[in-house]
């Protein structure tokens, strides 16, 4: 492993899940803003919703999500109670009840929600938007908190996709990441869903983590694989305790560096290969028949706030406190303060705090980007026509292709194989916005 792919795994680069990036957003995207987009959708054609649940039992110490520590129930009735405020607002700004087609419940823990709260919440959004026949219903799932009332409530609303939070099941590292889950709880729980019919199962794991070695990591994935998902997420661990200073709790059981990172990755992502799984963009990985994976070998893949998905909506409508809405015109976020959204949605207010307008370089440099992030490859022969300046990133891409980290046939760009871990240090040279001297990002791998 050479030096340099060592510092180029050091370097802070965004994910990529938007672009421009929520380092970008600002307060000059206001509540009239997203009233008017809102008002400009065209009710023919399918939008894409977001339900963000910001509470959790217990802090997990990686954690980097907006979410709140809640022992008691009240707060989250609360909450449920204003979500549902919230949905009636878009209601009367939408031109009309919207088609749905892929809708998302992300925190925290969704399935904090009681099942009655959930099935209410679920017979809202289904008199706001047209829930199209086949949509894509998915819930992200804490097992620790799982039961069977809970697991029905979910199938009886239609849910069709679960994804379950397991990080890593080695003991050793649950114990210094504050997550205790054991093989067994996990296993529980994927039978219970089977048996009420949701077979549609995906898992995410961590690697990066104090403790972690490329054996106990094998073991995670081979233990997973058992359980036979059909989607696995492998994320590298962002630290950043500039910005959530819980994960300095992590510190003391030590953090692996950039070369024990990049082992790390290499090691989980060989035995999901070797489980049969295809590796799906830089971090998913899918059964062969899974539609994740088709659409990828169809280059119909597509990349948003979630990660990779099938979704080809190009409006996603985020309700909840610190969620983010995708419009043709820009992107908007909620405030993250709970008391803030509470107070803004009881006044009758959307609960906008940030976001940022798209230009035409936006968009064409998005495109980009998701082009580079999803499928490895993208020809910039119409953008330089329109915008000549992108000629210049394609010079800057020079050490990375003596690197090999990218290879480039006149106007087109491709990351090979090797490469592929480092696609968002590649899709990065397009990025107008990014100073790297900045630390706010993640490390690259």
């Known amino acids: 492993m050479s030096m340099d792919r060592v510092s180029l795994a050091e370097s802070r680069v965004p994910r990529y899940t938007s ?19 809102l008002g400009r959708l065209d009710p023919r054609i399918p939008v894409s919703v977001y339900a963000h649940i910001p509470f959790c039992r217990q802090l997990c110490w990686y954690c980097g999500c907006h979410t709140s520590i809640v022992s008691r129930d009240a707060p989250v009735a609360a909450y449920h109670e204003v979500l549902l405020r919230e949905l009636d607002l878009v209601a009367s700004l939408a031109p009309a009840r919207l088609p749905l087609s892929h809708l998302h419940f992300g925190g925290g823990t969704p399935t904090i929600l009681t099942p009655g709260q959930f099935g209410a919440l679920m017979a809202r959004i289904g008199e706001v938007f047209e829930i199209r026949s086949g949509a894509e219903i998915a819930v992200e799932i804490d097992p620790r908190g799982l039961d069977e009332a809970r697991v029905a409530a979910l199938a009886a609303s239609g849910v069709n996709r679960v994804s379950l939070g397991i990080q890593d099941l080695d003991p050793g590292v649950q114990a210094a990441i504050n997550r205790h889950q054991p093989l067994a709880l996990v296993a529980d729980c994927v039978a219970m869903l089977r048996r009420y019919g949701l077979e549609r199962i995906s898992m995410d794991l961590i690697y990066g983590l104090p403790r ?12 997973v694989a058992a359980l036979a998902p059909d989607r696995v997420s492998l994320f590298g661990y962002a630290h950043v305790p500039w910005m959530k200073s819980h994960q300095r709790l992590l510190e003391p059981s030590g953090l692996p560096d950039a070369p024990e990172r990049l082992v790390l990755s290499d090691a989980a992502t060989a035995a999901l290969l070797a489980a049969g799984y295809e590796a799906i963009g830089i971090d998913h990985f899918a059964r062969p028949g899974d539609s994740l994976a088709e659409a990828a070998r169809a280059g119909t893949l597509h990349r948003n706030f979630q990660g990779y998905t099938t979704d080809r909506a190009g409006t996603l409508i985020g309700i909840g406190a610190s969620a983010i809405s995708t419009f043709p015109g820009g992107f908007a976020q909620n405030a993250a303060r709970l008391d803030d959204w509470r107070d803004a949605i009881q006044r009758g207010e959307l609960a906008t705090a940030r976001g940022v307008r798209l230009t035409d370089d936006d968009r064409r440099r998005s495109a980009i980007i998701e082009a580079l992030m999803c499928n490895f490859t993208v020809d910039i022969a119409p953008d330089i026509a329109a915008d000549p300046t992108l000629a210049e990133d394609l010079e800057r891409l020079e050490p990375l292709v003596a690197a090999g980290l990218a290879a480039r046939i006149g106007t087109r760009v491709t990351i090979p194989p090797e490469g592929r871990q480092f696609a968002r240090i590649v899709a990065a040279t397009f990025d107008r916005y990014l100073k790297p001297e900045a630390p706010r990002h993640a490390a690259a791998v």
């Open 19 to 37: 672009y421009p990036t929520a380092a970008q957003f600002g307060p000059g995207v206001g509540r009239r803003d997203v009233a008017a987009w």
């Open 212 to 223: 972690q070695t490329p054996e106990t990591l094998r073991r995670t994935v081979r233990d």
